[in-house]
């Protein structure tokens, strides 16, 4: 799980657009969850652009997928959307918000076309949603193999 710029800010500034709560309970639901399906789920946060091309590199041979909120990179990034390409692993994309409903610049993810799907719009439940998608695709994945 990666949790892009100014994520770690949740529940402590403007919960009018992205609620009251904290990136430690999203965590900690998603972890929940993730032992509720039997997997396993490592989630990192930062700021920095170039981190978060790190981990995604870091993932190929230690993770079966990504699920990710870019955050502002979402809309800005090329290399992040070069790297989630390059390492060829499943990749959610998840918005707290939905981000058609918000300003222009935040129509347009480049994150969209290298991932297998989007949810955006439902709060803390997209990650829930998220993770299922692709605990989901990665067992249908399995299945066909
Ligand atoms: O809706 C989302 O999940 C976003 O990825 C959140 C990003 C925003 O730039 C995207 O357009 C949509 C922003 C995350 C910033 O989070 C904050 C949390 C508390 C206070 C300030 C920012």
């Known amino acids: 799980m990666l949790h892009g710029p100014n994520l770690n800010l949740l529940g402590q500034r403007e919960p009018g657009i992205y609620g009251s709560v904290t990136l430690a309970e999203i965590n900690r639901q998603l972890q929940l969850e993730a032992k509720k399906m039997a997997v396993e789920i490592s989630p990192v946060q930062s700021n920095h652009e170039g981190v978060l091309v790190d981990a995604i590199h870091e993932a190929l041979g230690k993770h079966q997928g990504i699920l990710i909120n870019a955050g502002a990179y979402t809309?800005?990034?090329?290399?992040?959307r070069d790297a989630i390409?390059?390492?060829n692993l499943p990749v959610v994309e998840v918005h707290l918000s939905n981000i058609y409903q918000r300003e222009e610049f935040r129509h347009h993810s480049y994150i969209a076309s290298v991932a297998i799907g989007q949810i955006s719009g439902f709060g803390m439940q997209s990650y829930i949603l998220?993770?299922?998608?692709l605990v989901h695709y990665l067992r249908t994945q399995e299945a066909t193999r």
């Open 85 to 87: 390409a390059a390492v």
């Open 75 to 80: 809309h800005t990034s090329i290399a992040v």
């Open 130 to 133: 998220g993770l299922h998608a």
